[in-house]
């Protein structure tokens, strides 16, 4: 048995009472409604993670990478969406997945790929149904919903049995600075998809899959009518950008990185710790947040926010430590090897620094290691 | 033999001409100056970049934590520097390297975790220089020069044979706007070190190694009379932060991030690639420089600049690319799966989210594969 304070610093530390009440909470947010939760697990990475949050094995889940789909499809999960636009290098592994037995959906935002695509699957002849990127926040890639393009991509999937449906992601729900803002991107993202589908089915077409999501558009969102799945990631774990976007509060974010007390610099206020950006990840989420947290906030051991710290800067194995208002800290409360826990700006991106969760549940006894997974 | 073309994308490309000249240019810059080279191998934390970057198996080197210690160790480099601030958690490592036979040394920035360390490498009966942290840039560790704890720190390890030197890191050089602020900022470096072992010779102590470093003052410097050793990483590669810098060229970067084009938004002149801020980072480095690169700028398969392209905009598994001044990007010109490659605004965190190099000699030839080491 290992506790917090033998482990070699830094590390990351996942509570496993706040990751269950988590994945708790979004099942309740969508019993009773008909919507499918596809878990997004470019989150986690992780398959003890996944099967957690999801609370069944083999649940449908997204994955970003198709490093992921193969990895989670090894595991059991065999309902994978690939929600990134796909190229011709990828047909591939998209084709042996599906050879495999894995029902797996792949992303287009044209007719060109689309049409790609679907030559490839016939030549191979495996059935993969093909869902096609809506954009609803304009700010990355997929088709308009009133897009002349829409139908004629459409065309060439339904031709071949393979339209699967319309997906959309409003990621600039992230940017928004208040409650009505943010039920905005979720209204926006919501009539956006829905839209494409009715101009989809008024073409004729049969459209299973209505699929939109971010964690923050599916809580705020009043409701869910007409969508047939939402795709969430950082739910599991959420981080000071949900919390600052009023999604959740402080305490139920779930990761935290673990880190020393390295120095001081007294006259300044300053701890050093080493927790840099190598830990924390160079994430600056809630920079355009009311409450701007630097690189993290600062807890104790127990994982309860001290005072008003913040990592205000950080170098690659160094972060900097200090008040964000108010007097300058006394550093003699935190002695050179104090062990301290910072929470992330954005779980997702620290997450990925690290290789494995460690898992507690409440108290400092690390009862788990859960490797992650990384790469493409 | 795999091809760029064949290789997954995202994927980390280095071209092995430009790292092995840029390790003979920091050669070439201490030849005949008597001062010691002790490459940082916290940017690449490759056994494979290290040998070819310093022309030497097992030369000295820099570290960032005690996994790269013990890897580039059980490697062959028995010479290394921890240049961390010390905490008695990291101790027991420590003795077990300096046991096992590396002429390992470490760094503390006061007398109390000075007296602690000196205590447990008498009981363990190892010797383990202890080098003092000199703050010379007001931006993270260290003790002023002119520091009231720095005799102090030094007579607890002068009384045990212990005192390995003075070390320092401006890191602020980063920062400079024009070569006059950088040169300033290693005239600071450079004082300030020697007036800390100017201390420490007129209290009577030997002071075997005056260390400094940073790619930028080492390059852009004039003098390191008095100067034993230098640390430097980021030269082995260098990056659009040194270029923005001047130290170096575009064309010398070494390292750049392979991405497919996988959508576009004509209307908005956008390229969307598979390259987010998973595989670029979250370094925006030239943020603050005269020429902002966004998350990286974009060059062609063969690692030429491409007009005037950048990263604007990064997710974690989208990149975001258009022109960054005069007229919206035709984005007919690069068809999705076009493949691009991306040069980092800064070489130590874009190699940091890869598993590993894949190196080529000029053309598009990938002649090997070399494996980062990952974590604490």
């Given at each position: 048995v290992t506790t917090l304070a033998e482990l070699a610093t830094p590390a990351l530390v996942l509570e496993r009472g706040k990751l269950e009440a988590n994945g708790a909470r979004m099942r309740a947010r969508l019993e009773g409604s008909g919507v499918r939760l596809r878990q997004h697990v470019k989150t986690s990475k992780s398959i003890e993670v996944a099967r957690l949050a999801a609370d069944a094995a083999h649940a449908p889940i997204t994955v970003s990478t198709l490093a992921e789909a193969e990895h989670f499809f090894a595991h059991g999960f065999d309902d994978v969406l690939y929600a990134v636009g796909l190229v011709p290098g990828k047909f591939a592994r998209v084709l042996a997945l599906a050879r495999a037995g894995c029902r797996v959906q792949v992303l287009v935002d044209g007719p060109e790929m689309a049409a790609a695509f679907v030559a490839a699957a016939r030549a191979a002849s495996v059935r993969v149904p093909v869902v096609i990127e809506i954009d609803t926040d304009d700010h990355r890639a997929g088709l308009a919903?009133?897009?002349?393009l829409l139908l004629g991509t459409a065309a060439v999937l339904a031709e071949n049995g393979l339209l699967g449906g319309v997906l959309t992601h409003a990621g600039n729900s992230y940017t928004s600075r208040d409650a009505a803002e943010l039920r905005a991107w979720s209204r926006r993202e919501r009539a956006g998809v829905l839209r494409a589908a009715e101009r989809l089915r008024e073409a004729g077409h049969a459209v299973p899959l209505v699929s939109l999501g971010s964690t923050p558009t599916v809580l705020a969102g009043e409701s869910l009518a007409g969508v047939s799945e939402v795709r969430v990631g950082v739910y599991v774990f959420f981080d000071l950008v949900m919390a600052g976007l009023g999604v959740c509060a402080l305490e139920d974010v779930a990761l935290s990185v673990l880190a020393s007390v390295?120095?001081?610099?007294a006259e300044k206020g300053w701890l050093v710790t080493d927790a840099g950006w190598m830990a924390l990840s160079r994430d600056r989420g809630t920079q355009g947040q009311a409450l701007d947290h630097g690189y993290g906030r600062v807890c104790d051991l127990d994982g309860h926010a001290l005072e008003d710290l913040v990592v205000f800067d950080a170098n690659q194995e160094h972060g900097l430590v200090a008040a964000r208002s108010g007097p300058r800290l006394d550093v003699r409360r935190y002695p050179v090897g104090t062990l301290l826990r910072i929470l992330p700006n954005h779980a997702c991106a620290t997450a990925a620094q690290h290789a494995a969760y460690h898992v507690v549940r409440g108290g400092r006894t690390v009862e788990a290691r859960w490797e992650r997974l990384r790469g493409w």
């Open positions: 919903p009133e897009s002349k390295i120095g001081h610099q």
